[in-house]
């Protein structure tokens, strides 16, 4: 079955620095890759994806960015801001399929 | 909408209970998952649903039951707790054409 491994597992930024988290899949079939984001006490919630026709998707500070061949993807965040500090998880399944696997999480803390 | 609804939010149990961990949605979505949260694995799939009728299991489903009976109700089941299924339990929903997992608020059990 899939494995997504995730690093790295804490990451500390300056305010207004970016942040870089990878992610990488074990199944070539997997062609769905998610980022969920979750507070302190909250749900995860969904702050972006990217499909596999697809070499990159932006949405203003977040960008995710996919290499099907070396089968990794990365979250990349610009501009961080306090609010930015959370855990996020990366995940990967196939197109509409509902096994989605996660990652282990990664702390993202922001210093102001 | 209230969107995925999850009860209790938290539970303590003695080994042995058993106990039935409730998740309900009002977007008419097909599919229902329940995940399990422990710290430094991330989410992990127990059991999910395409439909009324329809389960299969994830990647941990031993030690656990679930019924599908209407769209709207996804219940869990711990049928004999063990202290390793103490974790923050959640249940997620998805529409049939998107892979947009919306999350509970998440469900607390400790069991002693």
Partial sequence: ?112 | NAGVTQTPKFQVLKTGQSMTLQCAQDMNHEYMSWYRQDPGMGLRLIHYSVGAGITDQGEVPNGYNVSRSTTEDFPLRLLSAAPSQTSVYFCASRPGHLNIQYFGAGTRLSVL
């Fill in chain 1, 1 to 112: 079955g899939e494995n997504v491994e995730q690093h790295p597992s804490t990451l500390s930024v300056q305010e207004g620095d970016s942040a870089v988290i990878k992610c990488t899949y074990s199944d070539s079939a997997s062609n769905y890759f998610p980022w969920y984001k979750q507070e302190l006490g909250k749900r995860p919630q969904l702050i972006i994806d990217i499909r596999s026709n697809v070499g990159e998707k932006k949405d203003q500070r977040i960008a995710v960015t996919l290499n099907k061949t070396a089968k990794h993807f990365s979250l990349h965040i610009t501009e961080t801001q306090p609010e930015d500090s959370a855990v996020y998880f990366c995940a990967a399944s196939m197109e509409y399929g509902n096994k989605l696997v996660f990652g282990a999480g990664t702390i993202l803390r922001v210093k102001s």
